[in-house]
């Protein structure tokens, strides 16, 4: 259907449009027009993304002549797979409709390991190895040799997308990461670095948060990004943990003995160029002199991580004297893991502030604020000159100076953090140094500043008004859409007390308590026997879940519980867990049903759906509040309560409730689902924890169903269960719409009627 939003033709794929899929597109028009960053909460399954994508591909089309890109940021693969296939659709139906001026360029990015295709290559086993075996193929002197030497093996797809030069484009298309393989391999060029090269060509550019926030791989891949972008952030509830992890370093003592190797290996090396080619560190010598920005473009092989710094923090001048020949680096080099290797060895608990850290490196290892920040930049170029191919094995050393660099960059926003072990295990000594930055605006911020537009969404951004607060940034709109609904598919529940009217808790004092686990083990049981297909439990951490089913297997509560439905469980191994899963949609595919055991903030809670009948009831057992003893954690709380005036119970309860909301929103996928979320702790049932949860579900929770025994739970999933089976009218009755058709909108473009 097409329809008109003010002085813009939307071309949507479907022939009906939801209600809050038009409100949702008329709010992203208005901060488009404002030039503006936007918060947008929209409910899980009422198709986001298609409405993002529409909007804001006829935004283009409306507006030749200045054209929008759009660089739409996803949090997996899977997503992003997903969102390029939701493109194809809207593509194909846009150039039906409008033939070739609608044609664009749409390209997934993703990293050598999901796009090579050199047998060779693809045989290393992880991320790391895949980027050093193509750079040993591929690095500008390696192929040198080669064309001298054709013993020296080169990448055969490489060197033909060199040959085709400028002819080396992708025609216009939506490119998923399998076409581009497919294309690859057809013309015979590297996929990877031919979807470098069109990013900044692409209409659409879809790839992982990474290449947005962390400033290493942001500075090679995102700098070429004009300012007329409209970034998108999709499922953005935890961008603030995405902002601080990509300026968090943490450096163990196997960091450090890697790092001596790494320094051994080099010194070397560069023994050996002294013998046969002193010329070239000569050479280096004079550039660093010049300074690091006269680097002039490396080729898009030889690109290295940029520095972990951002971009308007890095000094444009000479590097400094003691670190310009390479043997002098070294030296100032060894001395750093020298001093971390003295700090590790302590028996308390340290924290420090970066500037006193800084201090103290200057004190005991003589190495100067300057200094640290050139450390990264300074160890790239010795790698160029040095020629190392094998980056996997220098892994150490780059993060040795990843933290250098970043501590003596940074004043505030940063605290050092040295733990003897881990206070979970204390017997065990694991020291660990770690850097951990507080402040999630720091990474964000260039984004804001370079972009017209960025867009931050997901089904759980309650409460809404955090976080511009969080990532200080002030959005022109900020909306939380409710989900129009023909019948009350959604049933949530809290359950305070047990059957027995004793009250349930994951509290600290109250977890262990065997009333507790029984009256958990009850609810599971009496809901198994009467939810049909799939049900699906979280629990507050691996330690919790193991506890407790480990109770429930002595006192054969288990055992009956698999006398209805098979049980499978999350274990922190992948290829595990994947397997479970598996195996828990073949039970729930052939009616016999399973229960999925999982862990809040783990990977399941995160990114599978349980839609359809791989859900229908979703038990969260607890509020899965942080492990709130975490060093790092108590300084970010103080971090945030002095800076930007947030309580500490606040950002607890506000990040336990977003992960809950997280969990419990797998069930609903579509409207047509139906699902039942039981919030199985006394503590849901105050107004302070459950007014943060997001607006779609609290709509739904109504008050009877505030305060429930085991009992009573049992008896309203028996009235919803029964509720639901009768058939129902999907586009709404005449007097609430759910599904409208292109008159309906028509009418509401006119101003003729609300139907919402």
Aim: aromatic share 10%.
């Amino acid at each position: 259907m097409k329809f008109d939003i003010e002085d813009i033709t939307v071309y949507f794929p479907y022939d009906h449009i939801y209600p809050e899929q038009y409100a949702y597109m008329v709010e992203l028009k208005r901060a488009l027009d404002a030039k503006g960053h936007c918060l947008l909460e929209m409910p899980t399954g009422t198709g986001k993304t298609i409405a993002l994508l529409s909007l804001i591909t006829s935004y283009t089309l409306s507006k030749p002549n200045n054209p929008v890109k759009l660089i739409y940021c996803t949090r997996t693969v899977h997503e992003m797979e997903k969102t390029l296939a939701e493109l194809k659709l809207l593509h194909a139906y846009q150039t039906t409709h409008l033939g070739d001026r609608a044609r664009i360029l749409a390209v997934g990015l993703s990293s050598r390991k999901n796009l090579c295709v050199n047998s060779r290559v693809l045989a290393a086993e992880n991320r790391d190895s895949v980027d050093a075996s193509c750079r040993r193929l591929t690095a500008s002197w390696v192929r040198a040799t080669a064309a001298a030497n054709p013993n020296v093996p080169a990448c055969e797809f490489f060197e033909e997308y060199e040959k085709a030069g400028s002819n080396a484009v992708l025609p216009p298309g939506v490119y998923t990461l399998q076409n581009l393989r497919s294309y690859g391999k057809e013309k015979g060029w590297c996929p990877y670095f031919l979807a470098r090269h069109m990013v900044q060509f692409a209409n659409v550019v879809v790839y992982s948060y990474q290449y947005m926030l962390d400033p290493k791989v942001a500075g090679i891949i995102s700098k070429e990004m004009q300012k007329e972008s409209v970034v998108v952030f999709d499922e953005a509830h935890n961008i603030d943990n995405v902002c601080i992890e990509a300026l968090s370093v943490s450096v163990r003592r196997q960091t450090l003995e890697g790092a001596r190797r790494n320094l051994s290996k080099m010194r070397q090396e560069i023994e050996k160029f002294k013998a046969t080619d002193a010329g070239r560190l000569r050479a280096e010598y004079n550039r660093l002199v010049e300074g690091l920005a006269q680097r002039g473009n490396l080729p898009f092989t030889d690109t290295w991580l940029s520095n972990p710094a951002l971009p308007d923090d890095i000094l444009k001048e000479a590097v400094p004297g003691n670190i310009r020949r390479a043997e002098h680096f070294l030296h100032v080099l060894r001395r750093l893991v020298q001093y971390l290797e003295g700090r590790l060895e302590t028996d308390n608990v340290e924290k420090e502030g970066p500037v006193g850290f800084v201090a103290s490196i200057n004190t005991h290892a003589g190495i100067d604020q300057k200094t640290l920040k050139f450390c990264y930049d300074r160890l790239h170029s010795l790698m160029m000159t040095l020629e190392i191919t094998d980056t996997d094995e220098f892994l150490h050393i780059q993060t040795i100076c990843d933290f250098a660099t970043l501590v003596g960059t940074y004043t505030r926003g940063f605290s050092i953090i040295i733990e003897p072990f881990d206070e979970r295990m204390p017997h065990i000594p694991d020291p660990v140094l770690q850097l951990s930055c507080h402040d999630a605006s720091l990474a964000i911020k260039p984004v804001f500043d370079r972009f017209q537009s960025v867009v931050i969404t997901s089904g759980t951004l309650s409460p809404i008004d955090l976080y511009p607060r969080l990532l200080n940034f002030h959005p022109v709109v900020s909306r939380s859409f409710t989900m129009s609904l023909t019948r009350d598919c959604i049933c949530p529940m809290v359950l305070t007390r047990g059957s027995d009217q004793l009250p349930v808790s994951t509290k600290f004092d109250m977890r262990s308590d065997l009333g507790v686990v029984r009256n958990y083990g009850r609810l599971l049981l009496e809901m198994a026997s009467i939810v049909p297909d799939g049900i699906v439990c979280f629990f507050v951490s691996y330690s919790y879940m193991d506890g407790i089913v480990n109770s429930w297997n002595e006192n054969g509560i288990l055992k009956e519980i698999m006398q209805h439905k098979l049980v499978f469980i999350e274990t922190q191994d992948v290829v595990e867990t994947t397997l479970a899963l598996d195996n828990y949609r073949k039970a729930c595919d052939c009616g016999r049903g399973a229960i999925f055991f999982s862990v809040a903030r783990g990977k399941v809670a995160e990114g599978i759906d349980f839609d359809r009948h791989y859900g229908r009831l979703v038990i969260m057992f607890g509020v899965p509040f942080q492990y709130t003893l975490s060093k790092i954690l108590l300084a970010r709380l103080e971090y945030l309560r002095d800076t930007f005036q947030i309580k500490e119970g606040d950002f607890l309860t506000f990040d336990a409730l977003r992960q809950a909301a997280q969990c419990v929103g797998r069930v609903i996928r579509s409207k047509a689902d139906y699902g039942m979320m039981i919030f199985a702790d006394k503590r849901y049932s105050r107004h302070d924890k459950r007014s943060k949860l997001p607006g779609w579900i609290l709509s739904h929770l109504r008050d009877a169903h505030l305060n429930l025994s085991t009992d009573m739970a049992l008896h309203i999933a028996r009235e919803f269960l029964r509720k639901m089976a009768q058939p129902y009218d999907k586009a709404g009755s005449s007097g609430k719409k759910t599904l409208l058709s292109q008159e309906d909108v028509e009418k509401m473009s006119n101003g003729n009627e609300m139907l919402y």
